[in-house]
């Protein structure tokens, strides 16, 4: 996996955000998260969609049982950078766990990428959604 993801964020960064393959057309951004554990920079591709001014992305690691590590690393140190297209931003991480509002943010993603409608039926846990709001 971690090769598949630097093959990707190699072509993001060579690419000016766009990549092809499995995520041709689709709206990825570079999410680098501070290690729980490490203390080292993280960098993981991932699909978002926009709620105003806010970035939403989702930790459904595929439907696995387990979230992604980035999202323990956000939880952890919720000041993470954002890179979308060719521009870089610092920006706050808010995890989503339950409610209206995530249920609202998840099934906008599931319009965009319906794929993610299948990795909520693949996991008994709710898979959280997660907003980025650029820091001014």
Same mark, same amino acid.
């Given at each position: 996996?971690?090769?598949?993801?630097?093959?990707?964020?190699?072509?993001?960064?060579?690419?000016? /955000?766009?990549?092809?393959?499995?995520?041709?057309?689709?709206?990825?951004?570079?999410?680098?998260?501070?290690?729980?554990?490490? /203390?080292?920079?993280?960098?993981?591709?991932?699909?978002?969609?926009?709620?105003?001014?806010?970035?939403?992305?989702?930790?459904?690691?595929?439907?696995?049982?387990?979230?992604?590590?980035?999202?323990?690393?956000?939880?952890?140190?919720?000041?993470?950078?954002?890179?979308?297209?060719?521009?870089?931003?610092?920006?706050?991480?808010?995890?989503?766990?339950?409610?209206?509002?995530?249920?609202?943010?998840?099934?906008?993603?599931?319009?965009?990428?319906?794929?993610?409608?299948?990795?909520?039926?693949?996991?008994?846990?709710?898979?959280?959604?997660?907003?980025?709001?650029?820091?001014?």
């Amino acid at each position: 996996m971690a090769d598949w993801n630097t093959q990707i964020i190699e072509e993001f960064r060579n690419n000016a /955000g766009k990549v092809g393959g499995p995520f041709e057309g689709a709206d990825l951004l570079l999410l680098t998260t501070i290690g729980a554990k490490s /203390g080292q920079a993280r960098v993981s591709p991932v699909a978002y969609v926009r709620d105003g001014d806010r970035l939403v992305i989702i930790a459904s690691k595929a439907g696995a049982p387990t979230n992604p590590d980035w999202y323990y690393n956000l939880r952890a140190n919720p000041e993470v950078t954002i890179e979308v297209g060719t521009e870089t931003h610092k920006a706050t991480a808010t995890p989503i766990t339950e409610g209206p509002e995530r249920d609202r943010l998840y099934a906008a993603m599931v319009a965009v990428m319906p794929g993610f409608a299948d990795y909520q039926e693949k996991t008994d846990r709710v898979i959280p959604v997660v907003t980025l709001t650029i820091d001014s």
